[in-house]
Structures are given as C-alpha cells and as structure tokens.
C-alpha cells in the first residue's frame, strides 16, 4: 500500500471510529462508558482533522510538507477513567451492549496502534515517522484505558483491590 493510500484508509478508519464512538456515547447510560465513548470521539475527530490536512498537503504537493505541524493532541483518556470511579452510577447502569462496544473499542484500537506503527516504519521522512508513532502510541493508550474501563465495569471491587490496594497491604 502506498502512501497516499495508507492516509487515505487512516482518515477512513479515524471517521468510522469517531462515527462509532458518538453513537455509544448517546446510547449508553452509564456514566463512565458514555464519558469514555465521548472522549474517544473528540479524539479521533482531531485526529482525523490533522490527517485530512496532510492529506490535502500530499495531494497538492506529492511530498511531506515541510510546513504542515505534524503534532496531534495527546488524549486525557486516562484521566476520564480516574476521574469517574467510585462516582454514583460508574459501576451500574452499564448493559451487555456497553459491554461489547467497549470490547470492539478495544479492538479498533489495536488495530489503529499496529496501523500507525506499520506506517511510521514504511516512511522515509522522520518527522513523517514520528507523526504516525505518536499516533500509534495514542491508540496504545486508548486501548489501555478502555481494558482497564472494562475490567472495572466487569467486577468494580476486584477493579478497585487491585488498583487501591484495599486492604491488601494490612492497612
């Protein structure tokens, strides 16, 4: 796959994603997963709007643009999740569809994060390169916080001995 067809299949795959996670987000009534669905949608839509500039660069110019910013906003995906548990509701309220759309979250994000870091491998430009590996490490940290999301929804007291050490240390 070349290059202008590999951002064209990332910006494709960035909608789907954002398209995905606005909808859980307006489904789900549980607080922390409609939390998680929207900052993931914010993300992937800033995302995709960098891309669709480097995108339109390539086009006019057939080369990586000296002058296009290549930096892409980190995600505060971690803080959603911390910020939210122990909160009224975080633990109930979720339903098998939560559930699954957070497994198929996960594996979006897989994906994106292998994509991303099989991308920045084929590219020659470094900064090329470090624009799709940053990428990739945002997928990573996507995917690491929708696990432990769902880990705390699936038992939220063996979610919280683990992460709190309740008791664990005598205490």
Not at 27 to 35: D, I, M, V
Not at 44 to 67: N, Q, T, Y
Not at 135 to 142: D, M, V, W
Request: hydrophobic share 35%.
């Amino acid at each position: 796959m070349d290059r202008m067809s590999s951002i064209e299949l990332a910006l494709k795959n960035e909608k789907t994603e954002m398209e995905f996670y606005r909808g859980e987000s307006a489904r789900s009534k549980n607080p922390l997963a409609k939390a998680m669905f929207d900052t993931l949608a914010r993300d992937e839509a800033e995302h995709m709007a960098r891309i669709k500039k480097l995108h339109g660069k390539l086009v006019d110019s057939g080369s990586w643009p000296e002058e296009v910013t290549i930096e892409v906003a980190g995600t505060n995906i971690k803080d959603v999740l911390d910020g939210i548990v122990g909160k009224e509701g975080s633990a109930e309220n979720h339903d098998d569809d939560d559930v699954k759309a957070i497994k198929r979250a996960i594996g979006f994000e897989t994906n994106g994060e292998q994509f991303y870091a099989e991308l920045s491998k084929a590219c020659e430009n470094k900064q090329e390169q470090e624009f799709f590996q940053f990428l990739s490490t945002i997928e990573r940290e996507h995917k690491l916080s929708l696990t432990d999301t769902l880990a705390y929804l699936e038992s939220p007291e063996t979610w919280l001995e683990e992460h709190e050490r309740a008791g664990l240390d005598g205490a």
